[in-house]
Structure formats: C-alpha cells, structure tokens
C-alpha cells in the first residue's frame, strides 16, 4: 500500500522560508517521479514542481527560482525548499506520486504566510 505523510508546513512571515517533506512508503521510491501539488484559497489544485528518478527538476515557470524540490532516495524522502514566501503562496501542500498507472497523495500540509 503506497503511503505518503507531508510534514513540515506552518506559520511564516512573508519573505520567509519553509521546508516541506513528504516520506514515501510501499513504493519503490528510486523509480518513483515525485510531485508537490498545491491548493491556494480559491484556486484549483496546481503543480509546484517535479523530480524524476534520475533527479531532473521541473517548476512552474512562477516558482521558478524561489522553490527547490530534492529527494533522498536512501530515506525514501522528497522535499521541497520554499524562500521568499509571499501571501499567495498560503494553501495546502500535498506530495503526489503516479505509480503503476495510479495516482497516490499524501493528506496534505498547510502553509500559511502572514503579510
């Protein structure tokens, strides 16, 4: 059963950082393409960013340069390294993985960044 827990989301001034992590269990996790999704207030569910298993990012063109996705295959961990955090980037976090033709998500974290 593929499971995955998000942790790391909170309270953040504005122009903050955030790390968010999401472990990874019943997957083989180095074959895995690893997602970060989220939900901002009012919006539907986006892709934030991408990591292959051989490691190639991708970024929304919007994110680019203030997110960093990175994985630890040894840890079964994918992370997402958020700086310069802005009142539009408050939502729900979620980890996602398409797996053997199914889409697994984590529960979600919240993010909230006061102005």
């Known amino acids: 059963q593929v499971r995955l827990v998000e942790s790391g989301g909170g309270l953040v001034q504005a122009g903050g950082s955030l790390t968010l992590s999401c472990s990874a269990s019943?997957?083989?996790?180095?074959?895995?393409?690893m997602n970060w999704y989220r939900q901002t207030p009012g919006n539907q569910r986006e892709l934030v960013a991408t990591?292959?298993?051989?490691?190639?990012?991708n970024y929304t063109d919007s994110l680019k340069g203030r997110f960093t996705i990175s994985r630890n295959n040894a840890w079964n961990r994918v992370s997402l390294q958020m700086r310069g955090l802005k009142s539009e980037d408050t939502g729900a976090y979620y980890c996602?993985?398409?797996?053997?033709?199914?889409?697994?998500w984590g529960q979600g974290t919240q993010v909230a960044v006061a102005s």
């Open positions: 019943g997957v083989n996790f180095k074959i895995a393409t």
């Open positions: 990591i292959s298993s051989g490691g190639v990012t």
């Open positions: 996602h993985t398409f797996y053997y033709g199914r889409n697994f």
